[in-house]
């Protein structure tokens, strides 16, 4: 039975290459995980040889959520899409998110900054083995920033 591939850890340490060392490998698992986080972080037209890579995020980040649930269902199918188009190694691909206010004080200044709060999640299975993978991630937005 052949090994198992190995997939790049990012960052990359690319030092690690001058030092004439192998760069870092993870499982399949992790390596997906960055994978959707790119993708994620990625706005339509960033990448000059795949415009459509990335997904709506970027656009939806500044808008004005007058309906939640309408602004969770378009930013769902936008990753969805996007994973579905650009994930090879995930079928039966399922993303739920959820938009929550979030307050933090500033104790100081006495302050306080309401923030949404993005959860995204992903179930889906592996191509190579049928095992469940499940991805979660919290995004803040306006900035947009990760937890």
């Known amino acids: 039975m052949p090994s198992p591939p190995d997939f790049y850890k990012k960052p990359f340490r690319f030092k690690r290459i001058f030092d004439n060392a192998n760069l870092d490998t993870c499982n399949a698992g992790v390596s997906i995980s960055q994978h959707i986080e790119l993708i994620i972080f990625t706005r339509f037209g960033e990448h000059r040889f795949n415009t459509s890579y990335g997904c709506k995020v970027w ?18 199918q936008s990753l969805l899409n996007a994973i579905t188009a650009h994930e090879p190694r ?20 006495k302050m306080m ?35």
């Not at 500044?62 to 930013?75: D, K, N, P, R």
């Not at 592996?126 to 306006?142: A, H, I, M, P, V």
């Open 59 to 76: 656009e939806l980040d500044f808008e004005l959520i007058v309906s939640a649930t309408l602004w969770e269902e378009q930013m769902r």
């Open 90 to 109: 995930l079928y039966e691909t399922d993303v739920t998110v959820q938009v929550t206010d979030v307050e933090k004080l500033f104790p100081f200044s």
């Open 113 to 147: 900054e309401i923030k949404k709060r993005v959860s995204v999640t992903v179930n889906a299975r592996l191509t190579d083995t049928g095992e469940r993978y499940f991805f979660n991630t919290s995004l803040f937005l306006s900035p947009l920033s990760s937890e």
